[in-house]
């Protein structure tokens, strides 16, 4: 585990363990709280969709944009906004694709 934490550490340009802890509470926090505010907003906007593709489309989309801003947002309020601004821009990048400039 600690081979990993320290290749990450590298990968990631982290230069202290605290500052990694504070990185994966940031995740964590963001990954749990997306459940929530995407559940919330669809009972908010009324979404219920009876069509099983619709609804697992409409969810995965709907969830990977409120993700990326909470975890800025969250990223921010821990004083990490630079580090998952830039987590965030090479996430989309491969998304479509493209691999990001180092």
Same mark, same amino acid.
Not at 13 to 27: L, N, P, Q, S, Y
Not at 33 to 58: E, H, Y
Not at 66 to 84: D, H, N, P, R, S
């Given at each position: 585990?600690?081979?990993? !934490?320290?290749?990450?550490?590298?990968? !990631?340009?982290?230069?202290?363990?605290?500052?990694?802890?504070?990185?994966?509470?940031?995740?964590?926090?963001?990954?749990?709280?997306?459940?929530?505010?995407?559940?919330?907003?669809?009972?908010?906007?009324?979404?219920?969709?009876?069509?099983?593709?619709?609804?697992?489309?409409?969810?995965?989309?709907?969830?990977?944009?409120?993700?990326?801003?909470?975890?800025?947002?969250?990223?921010?309020?821990?004083?990490?906004?630079?580090?998952?601004?830039?987590?965030?821009?090479?996430?989309?990048?491969?998304?479509?694709?493209?691999?990001?400039?180092?």
């Amino acid at each position: 585990m600690k081979k990993y !934490w320290d290749r990450l550490k590298g990968k !990631w340009g982290v230069e202290t363990d605290a500052r990694m802890a504070k990185i994966f509470i940031v995740f964590a926090i963001t990954g749990t709280a997306t459940l929530f505010v995407r559940k919330g907003l669809f009972q908010l906007l009324g979404i219920d969709i009876q069509n099983q593709t619709l609804s697992v489309i409409v969810k995965w989309v709907a969830i990977y944009f409120i993700y990326q801003i909470m975890l800025y947002v969250v990223g921010y309020l821990f004083k990490e906004g630079a580090f998952f601004w830039h987590f965030i821009k090479k996430m989309n990048l491969r998304m479509i694709g493209k691999k990001p400039n180092k």
